[in-house]
C-alpha cells in the first residue's frame, strides 16, 4: 500500500504542477502578453524570448517556483514518505527545468534562478507537509495524562 501511495504522490507531484504551471502561464500570458508566433516552433519561441522583458522572466521564474512548492507539498501529503517524494519530484522538476533551458535559449541570470528554484521550492514543498504531517498528528495523539 505505501509504494501505491508513494507513486501516488509522484504522479499527482508531476502532473498537478504541471497543469498548475501551465495555468499560470495562461494567465501570465493575458496579464503580460508576449508577442509570440501563430506556429511556434522552438526557434520562433526563441526569438519571441529575446524580446522579452526581464518582468516577463520574473513573473514566469515566481510560477515556477511557487507551483513546484505546492505540488511537492501535495505529493507529500498525499505520499507516506514526504522526504522522499521531495527529492524525487525535486530531481525530476529540476531535470524538466534543464531540458527545457537546453531546448529554448534564456538568458543566464534566468536559467542559474530557474534551477535553483525550483530544487528550493521543492525543498520548501516538503518541508511544509512534513509540517502539516507533524502537527495532524500531534493532533491525533491522545495528551499524556498527569
Not at 508531476?14 to 503580460?32: D, P, S
Not at 511556434?40 to 524570448?49: K, V
Amino acid at each position: 500500500m505505501a509504494l501505491f501511495r508513494l507513486m501516488g504522490g509522484l504522479l499527482l507531484s508531476v502532473l498537478g504542477t504541471g497543469m498548475l504551471i501551465n495555468l499560470g502561464q495562461v494567465l501570465l500570458a493575458r496579464l503580460m502578453p508576449l508577442d509570440l508566433p501563430q506556429n511556434p516552433t522552438l526557434e520562433r519561441i526563441a526569438e519571441a524570448l529575446q524580446r522579452a522583458h526581464s518582468t516577463h522572466f520574473l513573473a514566469l521564474l515566481a510560477n515556477y517556483i511557487v507551483m513546484v512548492a505546492l505540488g511537492t507539498m501535495l505529493a507529500g501529503l498525499v505520499s507516506t514518505r514526504p522526504r522522499t517524494m521531495a527529492w524525487i519530484a525535486g530531481i525530476l522538476f529540476v531535470g524538466a527545468s534543464a531540458l527545457n533551458l537546453m531546448l529554448i535559449r534564456h538568458p543566464a541570470w534566468f536559467s542559474a534562478l530557474n534551477l535553483a528554484g525550483v530544487a528550493a521550492a521543492a525543498w520548501v514543498g516538503q518541508r511544509i507537509a512534513r509540517s502539516i504531517i507533524a502537527r495532524g498528528d500531534a493532533r491525533r495523539s491522545p495528551s499524556p495524562s498527569a
